[in-house]
Structure formats: structure tokens, C-alpha cells
């Protein structure tokens, strides 16, 4: 039996323990044995301040999950891809894809922000901003070769032919459109040709490290894990953040994909907690959390895969009676004109020099758009049957 102290006969064991849960010391005081018992037991229990983290963490993710006090834009989930390309991009995804234009809005010469519905999803789109940054989207159709051909003949490049899948009952392929974005066409065989649980548009990330891209996501937007495929030297798995499921690929699955850092628009209920939580699993911050004037309040990270998250929160109540505040060149009153024709928007901008700031289809036929005319702002609703 030790002749040292009790204290330090404990302190020994109990460090003899930590480093190896099995073991038992054999000379220590029979006093201390059912005391070193208990702190065998108590070795793996998690420490006060994780469980405190813990708690908290759930009882957040419980409220946002049960609590639907932010209602997100019609059309809009949790993620939509932001696309950057040129003018002509638009006609490509009206020709190709079916896609209908909802929004429009003007940044600058030849420059604007649109947004597109694509079945029953949406795209964001940047025209003219000289930056490029190819993404990857996963689209889900009724006819998957009719649209690949149309994709091929719209001067896409094919990277992998339309095949059915080993894996799932899938048939697919893939295409490179002008723009270097990366589409996988594809449509579920025998049952509605988009998987349940899932939109017609999801975002894609090809990435080095995609199975630790994985374990970031989870830690900054609570994403969740639907399915995982993997192999040597290749991962591809379906991740779910909010409302919406993203695709997760390894840059080694195929030959020709390359790591593609996507830009991404998200919707969530509360836009500075995500913020800060994303920084906390190590994200970068692009600008802080901030009122914005179409509406939505965001702030803005970079991951280290070079991914760019915007992350919103619709303004709950907008404030009111401040100039400031108001849409740029808005003032209280402008004037709405509801012209029969859409040849009218050529008048304002031939004769007035108008400068179209937004345009949104409101229907076959019809849109809502916004002129600037000096410093002052005219409406028009073309195509309505109000007069």
C-alpha cells in the first residue's frame, strides 16, 4: 500500500484514469476504491459548458424550427443559387430552361439583378458586374433528354452523356453552359420525375475536402445529412439546410470537374444569428448584418472553399417616415400610368430619356416596371386590363 497521501494517491489515479479508463491501481488506500470507481464512471461525461452550449444550441434550433415568424418571398426557400454572367445568359435560360423572369432590377450601365422561376424553384442572376464565378446546379425535369439536347444545341459542351444511374433510379447527364456553370440534368424514373423531399433546382458545391465542406455546413446552418455515397477518392452526398438540399460532390469524382465555389442567397428567420454562428465555425465575414433597401436584411461570409453565403431575413416592419429610408430616387408620391401596350416603354425612353430601374412579369403579357426620369421616379403597369 502508498505511504503518500491521500490527496495525492487520488490526484495520481484519477490522471492514471483519464489517460487510461481501464486502469485500476492496485496499491492505493482501500479508502479511495469506490471513489476512483465513480470517477471512472464519470469520465466521458460531457463538461458543464458543453452542455450548457448544447442546450442552448437545441432549444434555438427547436424555435426556429416550430416558430414560422418570417415569411420568406413567394417562390423562395432557405438557398438559391446566384448566377453572374451576360446579357445573352438570359435568353439562354428562358430558351433551355423554360425559365420565367419575376424580377428585374437595374445596378448601373448594362448591368442589373434578375430573378428567374425555373419549375418550381428560383435562380438570382447578376448581368454585367465583369465578375465570373462559375457554379453547379442540379435540375430536376420531366423530359431530361429533351432538355439536354437543348442544352447541347444552345452551345453547351457535354461532360457526360444522358445515362441511367447505378445508384438510385436516376437517369442524368451533365453539361458546361457558356457561362462555365455545370448543370446535371436529370429526372427520377418510374415515379414524379422530382425525388420527395426535394425542388426542382438545388445548389451544387464541388469542392477539395468536400466530406470537411460537409462538417462546416453542419456546424454553420445546422445542415443535416440525407444521404452519402463514397468510394476511394470520391464523395457525393445530399444535404438538407432549412427548406432546401444542396449537393455536396469531391472535385475527384470525374475527370472534368474542378472545385466550383458557388454563390449563394439563403432565407432564414433570424439572418445575425446565423451570422454570427458561421463565423464561430469559421467562416469569414464579406459585410455584417445590415437593412438593405429592397426589404431584406443580410450579412455576408466567405468559407475557406471559397463559397460566398448571403445569408437574409425579411425586414419584419420596415421603418417609416424617413426619408432616408426610402427607395432611392423615391419620393411619397409617384405617379403609375397603365398603358395598354407594351410599345409604351419605348415611348418613355425615346422622348422622356427614362431609364428602366426594375421590370417584373406579372403575368402573360403583362409586367410591372419602374422608370427613372431626372431625379424622379414613374410607374407602369403594362398589360393591364384596368384603364
Known amino acids: 500500500m502508498s505511504k503518500e497521501p491521500l490527496i495525492d494517491q487520488l490526484d495520481q489515479a484519477i490522471s492514471e484514469i483519464l489517460a487510461d479508463p481501464e486502469f485500476m491501481p492496485a496499491s492505493v488506500d482501500p479508502s ?56 445573352l445568359y438570359v435568353d439562354f435560360l428562358k430558351n433551355v430552361f423554360g425559365a420565367i423572369e419575376t ?22 442572376l447578376g448581368v454585367g458586374s465583369g465578375l ?17 439536347k437543348r442544352a447541347l444545341d444552345a452551345g453547351c459542351k457535354e461532360l457526360m452523356p444522358v445515362q ?91 475527370e472534368w470537374m474542378r472545385p466550383t465555389p458557388s454563390m449563394i442567397y439563403m432565407y432564414v428567420e433570424d439572418c445575425d444569428a446565423l451570422y454570427a454562428q458561421a463565423l464561430r465555425a469559421g467562416a469569414k465575414s464579406i459585410s455584417e448584418p445590415k437593412d438593405q433597401f429592397y426589404g431584406d436584411r443580410h450579412g455576408a461570409v466567405k468559407d475557406e472553399w471559397g463559397n460566398q453565403w448571403y445569408i437574409a431575413t425579411p425586414i419584419k416592419e420596415p421603418t417609416t417616415n424617413k426619408i432616408a429610408e426610402f427607395r432611392p430616387n423615391f419620393r411619397t408620391l409617384t405617379p403609375y400610368l397603365l398603358p395598354s401596350m407594351p410599345e409604351y416603354v419605348d415611348f418613355l425612353k425615346n422622348v422622356f430619356d427614362a431609364e428602366q430601374t426594375f421590370r417584373g412579369d406579372t403575368g402573360p403579357g403583362s409586367f410591372h416596371a419602374e422608370f427613372k426620369i431626372g431625379n424622379s421616379m414613374v410607374m407602369v403597369g403594362v398589360g393591364s386590363s384596368d384603364r
Open 164 to 254: 441511367d444511374a447505378h445508384w438510385e433510379p436516376v437517369r442524368f447527364g451533365c453539361v458546361e453552359d457558356p457561362a462555365g456553370n455545370t448543370w446535371s440534368i436529370a429526372t427520377q424514373l418510374g415515379k414524379n420525375y422530382i425525388p420527395e423531399g426535394r425542388n426542382a433546382i438545388s445548389a451544387g458545391f464541388v469542392a477539395k475536402g468536400a466530406a470537411q465542406l460537409i462538417d462546416f455546413m453542419k456546424r454553420a446552418f445546422n445542415a443535416q445529412e440525407i444521404q452519402k455515397y463514397e468510394w476511394p477518392d470520391g464523395l457525393y452526398a445530399s444535404i438538407r439546410i432549412g427548406e432546401s438540399v444542396v449537393g455536396v460532390s469531391e472535385a475527384s469524382n470525374h
Open 32 to 87: 479511495l476504491t469506490e471513489m476512483l470507481r465513480v470517477a471512472r464512471d464519470l469520465r466521458d461525461v460531457p463538461r458543464s459548458d458543453f452542455k450548457a452550449n448544447l442546450k442552448a444550441d437545441l432549444e434555438r434550433k427547436a424555435m426556429m424550427s416550430t416558430t414560422a415568424t418570417v415569411q420568406f418571398r413567394e417562390g423562395f426557400r432557405t438557398v438559391t443559387a446566384y448566377l453572374l454572367s451576360e446579357p
Open 103 to 124: 424580377e428585374r432590377t437595374e445596378t448601373g450601365p448594362g448591368r442589373f439583378h434578375a430573378e428567374y422561376r425555373i419549375d418550381d424553384s428560383m435562380l438570382m
Open 132 to 148: 465570373n464565378m462559375p457554379t453547379s446546379i442540379e435540375l430536376y425535369v420531366p423530359n431530361v433528354d429533351e432538355v439536354f
